[in-house]
């Protein structure tokens, strides 16, 4: 009865959580709506197709309305959304709602008689109305996310257990009475199935696979791993599994820390005593910060090289038969299956989309055009798409492809350091491609210097550091001597 009680107002908490959280971010997307409208009505006061308030404010009731009926399903409703969730769905949330808004009126104008929005005339408008909009949209959550984030982490931090053995529900249970102020426990995991309880401390025991879920979901701050250090074959498997997850993960001492965990009543005391095996590359105020990076400038590079691309699309289509895009499995964030988007290069009938034979100097399934396009990493901008879809990066580790071997051996089994690049977003470039690193990864030691200056990446992570390595990509584009 206890238990069901404890699991019961659990989750009556996470429900209140969810519904207050959909109140505020719907009242942050009408705030950023009516921003970006009366910033456009003031920009386009005086000139000659200018709408009339009224007109404006039919606009952006319906989109309101339109905002009320999608809100909440967006997932940035959550208590610990993604920051993907966080920014980029609502951007495109509030972009349909304006656009939803101007088909509505120009049906209105057009069965009905000419209003006071000529469709015509307010185009121009529109396309304002979601710059503005949207900028206020990214700013508006970036600061939610924030706020979000301090609120979270000067509250209880959100604890993982693995194992449900004997130490783990000592652990947990010593959790719940010395820092239970401090901490939550989010779950308890292990994938035996035999010799273990169905619950621990009111929390039912989960697989493994389960706690990455929650890690993707961005609900867990913290691994705390009870196994017992002998048996070491389960250890390194589990190891395995979580290092590719970017959340702080530690190992506790059985048996003497166990002891001398009973004796510690500071939360600075309780971390001394864990071995400190993976640690978290970014914080979620940075998450946020490089993601609303991304999209402002992913945005601004877009409509600048917008010229160049589509001279590429016409190249490409005039030179060889085929699709324009090639879109290429790779290993994104979480070691997880991303489809990037490049332009075709190779010709149709030999493109190879697991890239089990890397490209050589001269290859002949290559293009002329694709030359060009290689040479100068124009065939990479598509990427932009994927930044704005939140799957890369601007910088970034760079995505290998899913069957990218060295010598016949995929690369995981070359180097154990190997997942650490995928404990974040891959980049369209990176420290490792403006230090030399760029193109065909023939041999384990070229991999083992892709793999070191990506981690020093990781580990030394800053907005300025990013602005650093896009700088230092333009004369690579043009100098480089690796890409072919």
Known sequence: MMVSETASARTMTHVMRGRVATGVVAAIDIAALSVGTLTTLALWRGKADAISLSGAMNLLIISILTILCLSGIDGSAKAAPRPSAVIALPFLRNSFAILLACAILAAVDYIAGPSSIPFAASLPFTVTWLGAAGMATLIGRSVYWQVLEVTRTSGKKRVAIVGAGPLGGKLARMLEERFGEQMDIVGIYDDRATRIPDTLCGLRIEPVINLQRQVRQNQ??????????????????????????????SILPDGLGIRLFGQQTSQEGFDQLFLNIFHRPMSARDQAIKRAFDVIASLLLLVFLAPVMIVAGLAITLTSPGPVFFRQPRAGLYDDVIRVFKFRTMYAHRTDLLATQQTQRNDPRITMVGRFLRKTSIDELPQLFNVLMGEMSLVGPRPHATGMCINGQPCHQIFREYAHRHR?????????????????????????????????YIDNWSLWFDMEILLKTIPEMVFSKTAY
């Open 220 to 249: 867990v701050d913290k691994i705390l791993v009870a196994l017992p250090l002998n048996a070491e074959e389960r250890l390194l498997d589990l190891l395995v599994r979580l290092k590719s997850l970017p959340v702080d993960v």
């Open 424 to 456: 974040v977003k891959p980049g369209v470039t990176g420290w490792a491609q403006v230090n030399g690193f760029r193109g065909a990864v023939e041999d384990a030691a070229i991999l083992n210097e892709r793999i070191k200056h990506d981690v020093y």
